[in-house]
């Protein structure tokens, strides 16, 4: 298996990773796919299976040992990772001193420190291979500080700082590691946000094709992949006006 090009998409059970699962299985790539609902999985690996191999892992990557778990499962396989997609995330709004604490923990669990450990646990092979890469999915929250959703973007500046130093330390290695910020996207996101009304959502970008410029912006070699123009005319607004009205201006959208 050592020559196929094998995916590792976490949080492959709705939303943007289902989407990536459905790009990398149109390039022939088989799929390893996670996420903790095996019944969406199953659904997914039937609806693929027919043109590319694809196998399910259900875990909890806000588990201590979730990464570990994870990488585990790829060895027993005899898989050789080809691309990992580090997409497994959520976020919560609210007053972030009333917000539970369990909620804000978990958030820096999966959003954060398991992301961090799958990078360390899987870039060491790619170097040696001299091939292949990661995609992280951060956000355009990444850009500014976000009052009422402070912890998620605090985890997805992470998100962003960490894949493009890894970006760096990987170049003329032949590994790329992209971050992809997407803007608002219609997904199961909003649900467990809390943001099912939120006027932010109103004009969301659609599942398929924030994927689809996400891997397309990964095979070109990018660091960053901002989704969409206006996403990226926004977010280059925010690194020119003072940080005082981004993060007022955020404020005020998040109300
Ligand atoms: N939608 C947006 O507007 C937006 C914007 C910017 C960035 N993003 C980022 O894009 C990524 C994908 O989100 P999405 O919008 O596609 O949301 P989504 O539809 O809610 O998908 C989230 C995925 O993560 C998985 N997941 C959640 N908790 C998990 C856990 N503890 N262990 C393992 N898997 C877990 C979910 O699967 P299970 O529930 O089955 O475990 C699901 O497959 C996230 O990192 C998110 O922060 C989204």
Known sequence: MADERWTVITGASSGIGAEMARVFAGRGA???LTARREDRLAALKAELSPSVRVETVALDLERP????????AVE???I??????NNAGFGFQGRFATLPYAEQAAM???NVTSLTRLCRLVLPGLLERRRGGIINLASTASFQAVPFMAVYAATKAYVLS???ALHEEARRSGVVVTA??????????TKRADMETSKLFANAMDAATVARLAVEGYEAGRAV??????????????????RGLTRRAAAWLQR
Do not use: W, Y
């Not at 040992?65 to 585990?72: C, P, Q, S, T």
């Open 225 to 242: 992949v901002i989704t969409g123009a206006a996403n990226a005319a926004m977010t280059l607004a925010s690194r020119l006006v003072p």
């Open 162 to 164: 960490l894949s493009e």
């Open 108 to 110: 820096v669990e999966l």
């Open 80 to 85: 050789v990772v080809h691309t990992l997609v």
């Open 180 to 189: 992809v910020c997407p803007g608002a996207t219609a997904t199961e996101f």
């Open 65 to 72: 040992d979730g990464a570990d778990r994870l990488v585990a």
């Open 76 to 78: 027993e396989r005899g």
């Open 30 to 32: 088989p799929l390893l």
